[in-house]
């Protein structure tokens, strides 16, 4: 790497949200002679955010300042001692000779990876090509099985393909916006900012959602639903259009199938009884269908508020079943579009590192796509299994505390802060033979567990592509070195593979190399096609898939449609599907001994379990710590006030947070963000309490609803011993959710 004496800019991607906006990092010499991050700010130039950054992005280069990060390898000699620096080759090895022993004791499936959106798609793609092709387990899950699972699973039965059909341009042609289980202003803000320009210009904004968020204070009609209703709501919205005349008859006949099912299955949706299950006033559902009956263009988008529930795959398929009905889809304004939640999440669900997945969109379930991958990564026929495919990450760590997966290798997430119901992943860690972590900080919740850590680089440490919501593939550029022995995620990766025997398939010298390699892996019957992607290419410019020369457009905003302007979905007919999906309660309702309902999600300047925004002083005081929001008419009841301490307890566990008591919630209802875990005291962890219910289809667990009790605590607790991340620890106290 060539060093330099005077600043440099260099461009990158910003690695939080699933945005990716081009990021410039002012690169010069610190103190320490090494090249350091001076300053971040935005690329004019890239297409995600024309050189717009939210607090986090912005604040890039603090974080990358902080301290904690791993420069060597940790090894602990017994479970219960602290672990130890080790030299990156001891560790390397020995986590290839007690992962061998495991495999050559107990099979390949006793041995499990749990990955990451966060990684680059060269990492997201040797685990997976380790785990299937050279372990020869199907136990591979990602962090996205929390989180985008269940939009995958449904944009593959409604559309017949994963991905978004459309892009951001969309959001400067809509008329109406519905936004729906989604807290953009706070999650997607720079989308946020796109579309309120478009509202500005007089698009109208719905906004579905249970609390009063900053995204609903900005939209023309907030319909504030009961918590795990949406089905009910969208079928209504569905009925209503017929019954108004404004579903467009001539795209249902040409492009979809199973439309004879819908009228009749809508009956049960009628206005009154879709306000009876919602809770919303019928005024406001016929409002919503009128705007979206009479919208030239509209779009929706979605996130957690739907996908992190039991039925968050037809959550997804109701939702499509709007856009077909109005023939609203694949043309610019208008369609179904799932925001992404981390940096590359969209490239790991391309890459197939949940369940039964294969790159490009492929799956060990069909046996062309097992042979085709067999060929591509050179494996003797009938190498790649269809049998041993697991249920979710809620499964695996059950298997895990079982005794069944005796060894697993976590990547870039950090489980025991994350998971719903985290007693099972404690357990399933503690019972399990040799646990292995990697992660870029030393200080985590689930490093606590390792046998080995060992020492990831960030993406500004090397290159990579990652690929945001929109399809759009960056190229992460080295900025500097890795500190002392950390190394790339992908080139840890490739190391443990060669060290188990598998040189053949892991001896790669470059980033580039592998990437080379997985543009091999297109898929013609989805659609995702890399190509045209090289990162000559990508040095460049961003690009958006499916790109097929390298000579082509950078952007290729719509999918489906073909070379004479006719419309292909990916299915076997080419028609895209509705699905008569009925309204079901959550998996836990309200009872006597847990009578209120808890949702949990995220601040806008704090990023899930803190390990990378909570060491950044600006952050931590536009949101300094945890909180429970409680109704005003619960707080009565409860004898609740601002600031005290509340228990808030479920069948699985408790946590004890500071009360906001606030009209953003609905009555029966709480809040509480997931940001804050162990390292900040005890009892903080809300995935103590949260549900591990799952979807059936997308096994994705249902952190949006649980049944709790709240408790105000009287006395004070004694002290938490509160481990600091930083000199400037996270002081838990009261605090609103938009900032001071
Ligand atoms: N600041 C910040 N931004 C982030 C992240 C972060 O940690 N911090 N994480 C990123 C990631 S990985 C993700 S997945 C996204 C998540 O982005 P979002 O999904 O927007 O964020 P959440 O706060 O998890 O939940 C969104 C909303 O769902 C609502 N909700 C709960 N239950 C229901 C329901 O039954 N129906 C409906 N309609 N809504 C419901 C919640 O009240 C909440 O406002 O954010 C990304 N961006
Ligand atoms: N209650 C509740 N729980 C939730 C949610 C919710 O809404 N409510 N949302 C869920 C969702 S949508 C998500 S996406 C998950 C996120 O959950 P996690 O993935 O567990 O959250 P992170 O804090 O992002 O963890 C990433 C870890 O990787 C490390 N890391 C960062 N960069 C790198 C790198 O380049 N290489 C390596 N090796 N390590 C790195 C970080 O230090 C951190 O320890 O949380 C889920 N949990
Ligand atoms: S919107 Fe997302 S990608 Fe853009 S700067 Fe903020 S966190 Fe980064
Ligand atoms: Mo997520």
Redesign the pocket.
């Known amino acids: 790497m060539t060093s330099t004496t005077s600043t440099s800019q260099v461009r990158t991607v910003c690695?939080y949200c699933g945005v990716g906006c081009g990021i410039l990092l002012d690169v010069g010499m610190g103190p320490d002679g090494r090249r350091t991050v001076l300053k971040a700010s935005g690329d004019k130039a890239h297409p995600a955010n024309a050189g717009r950054l939210c607090t986090k992005g912005a604040t890039t280069a603090e974080m990358l300042a902080a301290p904690g990060r791993l420069t060597t390898a940790l090894v602990r000699g017994e479970r219960g001692e602290e672990p130890g620096p080790a030299p990156m080759a001891d560790a390397v090895a020995r986590t290839a000779g007690r992962l061998r022993a495991i495999i050559d004791e107990h099979g390949p499936d006793a041995l499990a990876f749990y990955v990451?959106?966060?990684?680059s798609l060269e990492a997201q793609y040797l685990a997976n090509k380790l785990a299937k092709g050279f372990v020869g387990t199907n136990q591979i899950e990602s962090?996205s099985r929390?989180?985008m699972a269940s939009a995958g699973a449904g944009y593959k039965l409604s559309l017949g393909a994963d991905g978004p059909p459309g892009s951001y341009e969309d959001f400067d042609r809509a008329d109406v916006f519905l936004v729906i289980g989604s807290n953009m202003a706070d999650c997607h803000p720079i989308l946020f900012l796109r579309m309120m320009e478009r509202v500005k210009a007089g698009a109208k904004l719905i906004v579905v959602d249970p609390r009063r968020t900053a995204t609903a204070a900005k939209a023309d009609l907030f319909l504030q639903i009961e918590p795990g209703t949406d089905l009910a709501l969208l079928n209504g919205l569905l009925r209503l259009l017929v019954d108004n005349g404004q579903t467009d008859p001539g795209f249902i006949a040409e492009h979809t199938e199973g439309w004879e099912a819908m009228p009749g299955f809508l009956a049960d949706y009628a206005p009154a009884a879709v306000a009876e299950i919602t809770g919303l006033a019928e005024d406001d559902i016929r409002e919503a269908a009128r705007l979206i009956g009479g919208a030239g263009e509209w779009m929706s988008c979605w996130t957690?508020g739907l996908n992190?529930s039991t039925h968050g795959t037809w959550n997804t398929n109701a939702l499509v079943n709007l856009h077909l009905a109005t023939g609203a889809i694949c043309r610019p304004g208008s369609g179904p579009f799932s925001l992404t939640?981390?940096p590359n999440a969209m490239g790991g669900r391309e890459m197939g590192y949940m369940g039964p997945g294969l790159p490009g969109q492929r799956s060990v379930l069909v046996e062309a796509e097992r042979t085709f991958v067999e060929e591509l990564w050179e494996l003797p026929p009938g190498t790649l299994r269809a049998d041993g495919v697991g249920r979710g990450t809620v499964e695996m760590f059950q298997k895990m505390a079982d005794g069944e997966i005796k060894a697993c290798w976590i990547?870039?997430?950090?489980?025991v802060?994350?998971?719903?119901n985290r007693r099972t992943v404690i357990e399933g860690l503690e019972a399990a033979e040799f646990v292995v972590t990697?992660?870029?900080?030393g200080e985590?919740e689930?490093n606590a567990y390792a046998d080995v850590v060992l020492p990831?680089?960030?993406?500004t440490e090397g290159e990579g592509v990652f690929v945001n919501s929109e399809r759009g593939l960056t190229l992460t550029r080295p900025v500097a070195d890795p500190p002392g022995e950390a190394m790339a995620?992908w080139r840890i990766i490739a190391a443990v593979a060669c060290a188990m025997g598998y040189e053949k398939g892991f001896s790669y010298d470059s980033a580039e190399d592998v990437f080379e390699e997985i543009r091999r892996a297109w898929n013609p019957v989805t659609g995702w096609d890399l190509r045209g992607v090289t990162f000559e290419r990508l040095r460049a410019t961003p690009v958006q898939w499916p790109a097929a020369e390298v000579d082509g457009p950078a952007r290729n905003p719509i999918r489906y449609v073909d070379q004479d302007g006719g419309l292909r979905f990916p299915t076997a007919s080419g028609r895209a599907a509705f699905h008569a999906r009925p309204h079901l309660p959550a998996a836990e309702m309200p009872d006597d001994d847990y009578p209120f309902l808890l949702n949990?999600?995220?601040v806008q300047h704090q990023?899930?379990?803190?390990?990378?925004t909570g060491k950044v002083a600006k952050l931590n005081k536009l949101n300094p710590g945890p909180f429970v929001e409680v109704h005003p008419r619960d707080a009565r009841e409860l004898g609740i006030t601002d600031g005290d301490r509340v228990e808030v307890a479920s069948r699985r566990g408790r946590a004890v947070l500071p009360a906001v008591v606030t009209e953003r919630v609905r009555p029966g209802g709480a809040f509480a963000p997931?940001h804050w875990n162990d390292l900040f005291g005890e009892y903080l962890s809300?995935?103590a309490v949260?549900s591990d219910a799952v979807d059936p289809i997308s096994f994705q667990p249902e952190?949006?609803v649980c049944a709790v009790s709240l408790t105000r605590v009287a006395a004070p607790l004694p002290e938490a011993p509160v481990r600091a991340l930083t000199p400037t620890a996270v002081t838990p106290g009261p605090a609103g959710p938009f900032g001071l």
């Open positions: 690695a990451s959106g966060q990684m962090n929390l989180c957690m992190q939640g981390q990547i870039c997430t950090n489980p802060a994350s998971v719903a990697q992660d870029v900080f985590t689930t990831g680089a960030m993406w995620d949990t999600g995220r990023w899930h379990t803190l390990t990378k997931f809300v995935n949260t952190f949006k």
